[in-house]
T-cell receptor, first 112, second 114 residues
């Protein structure tokens, strides 16, 4: 499975935008880019996913580089509730059940 | 909205004891997954079931068995628990095997083995 690289930690201030980067230089043409987050003592929560085009939903935006070797999760206005570990994951092939391979993610701290 | 329900939420076992972790989903999903998460680390896949009647090994299957009881339920069994299996266990489900579909996770079972 292709690997992703994320910073270990990032900090933001409440109500400011947050840009969480992810590098995935070995991505294949059919790999979807998924983002999940995990709040303390909870299971991971789906945030957003995309293939080639930028994507928006009620939680966040996903900006994908033209060569697809990197992506950025954008939280438009961080709240204290957004403090979590954010995982950037490449969706595995359907022949392996489309399982997710989690790295260590980025710990986002949001300051009041 | 129950989603993915895991039982129990907490459990303490002694080395050598056996235990089954239960997982049920009410979203009519075809695929189900079991992960473990050790402190400070990401989740690792133990087993998955792409559809009812099938199961496959993941990244760390040793010491575990699974049963896809029906479409709703996917259980994880530890036959002879070891301290190295102390972890938080998460069950997840998704509509099918297509890679563009999100997984939905339960809140986890926190398992300690003494």
């Amino acid at each position: 499975d292709a690997k992703t690289t994320q910073p270990n930690s990032m900090e933001s201030n409440e109500e400011e935008p947050v840009h969480l980067p992810c590098n995935h230089s070995t991505i294949s043409g059919t790999d979807y880019i998924h983002w999940y987050r995990q709040l303390p003592s909870q299971g991971p929560e789906y945030v957003i996913h995309g293939l080639t085009s930028n994507v928006n939903n009620r939680m966040a935006s996903l900006a994908i580089a033209e060569d697809r070797k990197s992506s950025t999760l954008i939280l438009h206005r961080a709240t204290l509730r957004d403090a979590a570990v954010y995982y950037c994951i490449l969706g595995a092939s359907e022949t392996s059940g489309s399982r997710l391979t989690f790295g260590e993610g980025t710990q986002l701290t949001v300051n009041p | 909205n129950a989603g993915v329900t895991q039982t129990p939420k907490f459990q303490v076992l002694k080395t050598g004891q056996s235990m089954t972790l239960q997982c049920a989903q009410d979203m009519n999903h075809n695929s189900m997954y079991w992960y473990r998460q050790d402190p400070g680390m990401g989740l690792r896949l133990i087993y998955y079931s792409a559809s009812e009647g099938t199961t496959d090994k993941g990244e760390v299957p040793n010491g575990y068995n699974v049963s896809r009881l029906n479409k709703r339920e996917f259980s994880l069994r530890l036959e002879s628990a070891a301290p190295s299996q102390t972890s938080v266990y998460f069950c997840a489900s998704k509509t099918g095997v297509y890679s563009n579909q999100p997984q939905h996770f339960g809140d986890g079972t926190r398992l300690s083995i003494l």
